[in-house]
């Protein structure tokens, strides 16, 4: 079976009308995605983070990968 990536919108459990977006794989929650207190998002996980910053012509983009104990 093909891995599988989602995205999923949910009620933040701490701050009432606010939502967080859960990041799942293969079944698993890896961790979240929330407003920060300026401009931007926090990325939570118990996993440790890897970044990447890609400069565009008219935006910048950082993807953010995390790494499982299941990966090399």
């Known amino acids: ?6 995205l999923r919108k949910r009620r933040h459990r701490l701050l009432k009308g606010h939502a967080t ?3 799942w794989y293969n079944g698993r929650c890896l961790g979240t ?3 920060a207190d300026g401009p931007g998002v ?3 996980s118990q996993y440790p983070l890897l970044v990447r910053e890609g400069i565009g012509t008219f935006t910048q983009a950082v993807e953010i990968g995390i ?3 299941e990966e090399n």
């Open 1 to 6: 079976m093909k891995p599988k990536t989602e």
């Open 21 to 23: 977006i859960e990041i």
């Open 33 to 35: 995605v929330t407003g």
């Open 42 to 44: 926090r990325v939570i």
């Open 67 to 69: 790494k499982t104990s």
